[in-house]
């Protein structure tokens, strides 16, 4: 398959905007640059595997000598955790980039076990949200020093942790169960995550967005149609809640896609509603409708930016729907051979339709970028 530049380079010279010559020395000085960049994801794979490794290691290894420490040497041995991979990161920084960002991830994962730590040491008051918010303060500080698009991770995944923490807290210290704001929330989030990306030429915090939220959106989707109560909190609190399940992924999704952020204002919208659809019944038949209706429209998003991401997310997220609503409201209804030989059908012919329609789409897409 060619890469994206061949097809631009083509592009270009059929449009006069750059001759022959011109093109055969850029194909000839890329053919010079792909050989060392060949090798490169087994590197940044082994560096992944070796600080998720090392790190398991280092907590384990402390976990089995706890008990062992008085509080002295307790704290002494928190700092050190943090403080070593940091110092480790700055020793290779000029020698070794990748390492010097995966020793940098390490020590601010360890941040949030010595702050875990530090509060068992001295006993401080339970209340577990404070702890995430101090640690995606590191993270934060880590990404203004450092530059490295791990730490934004880190802190795209710990805001929204810390915001979904303090309500769980609020909730059950009145004992109640309402968490649809934060479902929802998560899932407008995930949009927002999953449009950062929208070329091959995106940095790696984007790339990395945007896998969070393709693995964190059909699920987000799927508690967000059951998680939901007619009872609920002071109205007060529900106009805080859902205004920041709303604000927060739109105004992101405004910094990261400037005015094509409108489509996200669509997405999110329908992130909010899916509850409210669902009434809190997964088998409501609006429910299914909403997120056939949501599936379809993030296949469309998908051609219409030419993300082949979203397109197959749309699938999937069609094909779930499509099942869910026959083992609740269609599977009970007939006989069991007769369930069974539908079920077979069902996914004999929808699977090929829809990967005929998924193929077909993600054509479509390839030919409008041409």
Partial sequence: MPNDWETHLDRW?????????MAGRIRHWEAGQARPGGLRWPILLALAFGALTLGAGVLLFV?????????GARMTLVLLMVAVFHAAGAAVATRFQSLAVALHTVGTVALGAGIALAGQIFHLS?????AVLLWAVGAIIGWILLRHWTQAALVAILIPYWLAGEWWVRMSENRIDYTAPVAAGICALSFTYLTARRASSDGPLRKALAWLGGI???PAAAVATVN???????LELQIVAWSIAGLLPLALAVVLRGRAAVWNGVAIAWALLLPVASGGLYDHVLTYVWCAAGSIGLA???????????INLGMAGFAITLLFFYFSSVMDKLGRSASLIVLGLLFLGGGWFL??????LISQMRTEVL
């Fill in 13 to 21: 010279t059929s449009a006069g905007v750059i001759d022959a010559a």
């Fill in 63 to 71: 976990s089995a000598h706890w008990d062992e420490l008085d509080a």
């Fill in 126 to 130: 339970e209340h577990w949200p404070a």
């Fill in 216 to 218: 964190a959106l059909l």
């Fill in 228 to 234: 939901w109560t007619q009872s609920g909190p002071p």
């Fill in 300 to 310: 469309w998003w998908g051609v219409r930016e030419s993300r082949s991401e979203r």
């Fill in 355 to 360: 990967e005929r329609t998924r193929r077909r």
